[in-house]
């Protein structure tokens, strides 16, 4: 389909949506590594966590793995090309820890690098600007072994691994995230155990959590001493808005004590240099081993926030326990729509943190590193892919982000959440999040009407833009 054509196949709506993004906006499409590259015993890959965990029936869905996921490792080149296709200006990618520094620590794999290399010079070819995550939840088994976050010196070999990667790359890459969602890493994988390594202990997340800031701490001065100057560096934290289901002062209380725990826990340290007051107390831990100089080093200042945002929460006070925030979520909102995740689609919750994240914690310059939706998609074996559901959310999360520039809160990109469909850590393949369809069978990518719609709209900005 010709550009032209694309255009044509968006409404005044989309139209007039485009013309609000600036000109140096970064419209991109993400992916982890361990959600797509496969090839996880090649090349001196060696075992991260998730390879564990996966590998514990039950675990994850129909026993499913990323042993093979989307052959990225192999596809790389093609599916450089369907970025270029897309017409997308950014790919925010992961790099995975095992294949670079396979024991976490150590000897470094020439051919870990390599990929990566070629991936970044591949995207800049194609003139696609490359944002690369340092740790999207890929943990080298060795170092789970010596007690994984839970133990401080991980952080240290993070800040090893990071500076290693980061000679290597960091003359051309646009932008580093030191961790992705580490709320993820330390309250899925150490309090509930849903994802890799799979511990039920909450003061293990309180102290992982640390960990994983401290990693942040530590890295963040080296990759701004390796890069090429400016090269922003950041982190991406995973928010769900919570909003009050009624009135009352014990559901404003709940509401607000969901809050510390969901939303505050990590951007507190970051923006504040402080974890929030009551947040060990109201989880009924401990607080973490905080040694001196650790919070200077997690409060120092970062170049950009990435924002990771797909729903809200709303609950109702009085049935909260103190450690199980699910239990105060109201059930189906009436009349709300849901994603095969069950998370309800609420556009206007993204405007409302990107404002709060501005307004409340100072942040001078917010990229949405991850929106998106999962959908049951079908595919009949031809070229196309219909999945209206996506493309409707798409638009009202981006108008939600349009409304949120104009109000003023400083985004520079969206990236959305994925450039295919993937593992989905514990839902494994059953749930799909791409604009790309990925037929696992045969590894055929197929873009789907979300993809030519966002291309579409991609193309109405550039020619907007276009001075
Ligand atoms: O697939 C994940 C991603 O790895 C991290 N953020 C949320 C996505 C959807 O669940």
Redesign the pocket.
């Known amino acids: 389909m010709s550009s032209t054509e694309q255009i044509q196949t968006l409404s005044s709506a989309d139209l007039a949506l485009a013309r609000v993004f600036p000109k140096n906006f970064v419209w991109g499409a993400a992916t982890?590594a361990y959600?797509i590259e496969g090839a996880t015993q090649e090349d001196g890959r060696e075992p991260s966590i998730w390879d564990m965990f996966a590998a514990i029936p039950g675990k994850v869905h129909q026993g499913d793995n990323g042993a093979i996921a989307n052959n990225h490792y192999h596809l790389v080149q093609e599916d450089v090309e369907l970025m270029s296709q897309l017409g997308l200006g950014g790919y925010r990618f992961s790099i995975a820890w095992p294949r670079v520094i396979p024991q976490g620590r150590g000897a470094v794999n020439a051919a870990g690098l390599d990929f990566y290399d070629r991936l970044v010079d591949t995207l800049l070819t194609k003139g696609i600007t490359p944002f690369a995550t340092l740790y999207?939840?890929d943990l080298p088994l060795a170092l789970h072994q010596e007690g994984g976050w839970t133990n401080r010196a991980t952080a240290y070999a993070y800040a090893e691994y990071a500076e290693i990667v980061a000679r290597r790359l960091g003359d051309r890459v646009a932008g580093w995230m030191t961790l992705?969602?580490p709320w993820?890493s330390a309250y899925l994988g150490y309090g509930i155990g849903i994802h890799a390594p799979g511990e039920q202990d909450l003061q293990q997340a309180i102290d992982a959590g640390h960990h994983l800031l401290l990693a942040h701490g530590l890295a963040l001065p080296r990759l701004r001493a390796i890069s090429a100057p400016n090269v922003p560096v950041g982190i991406s934290l995973?928010f769900t808005p919570i909003y009050p289901a009624d009135e009352r002062a014990e559901t404003l209380r709940d509401a607000e004590r969901a809050d510390l725990f969901v939303n505050r826990w990590f951007i507190e340290p970051l923006a504040r240099g402080q974890y929030p007051d009551g947040l060990f107390a109201a989880l009924e831990v401990e607080p973490p081993p905080v040694q001196a100089g650790d919070l200077e080093l997690i409060g120092a200042p970062i170049d950009f926030l990435g924002v990771?945002n797909?729903t809200r929460d709303v609950v109702r006070g009085g049935t909260m326990s103190a450690r199980a925030n699910e239990s105060i979520k109201v059930g189906p909102v009436p009349g709300a729509c849901y994603t095969e995740?069950g998370w309800e689609i609420y556009p206007q919750a993204l405007a409302d943190l990107l404002i709060r994240l501005h307004r409340e914690y100072g942040m001078q310059a917010l990229y949405v590193m991850?929106n998106?939706a999962?959908f049951k998609d079908s595919w009949d074996g031809g070229d196309q892919v219909h999945d209206p559901r996506r493309v409707a959310y798409m638009q009202e999360y981006i108008g939600a982000l349009a409304s949120a520039i104009e109000q003023g809160a400083p985004v520079r990109g969206y990236f959305v959440?994925?450039l295919m469909d993937?593992f989905?850590?514990a839902e494994g393949y059953a749930k799909r999040?791409g604009i790309v369809y990925v037929d696992y069978q045969t590894q055929r990518r197929i873009i789907k009407d979300s993809g030519l719609w966002y291309s579409a709209l991609l193309e109405a900005w550039r020619a907007n833009t276009v001075s």
């Open positions: 982890a959600q999207h939840w992705n969602e993820c995973n990771n797909y995740m991850e998106g999962a959440w994925s993937n989905e850590w999040f």
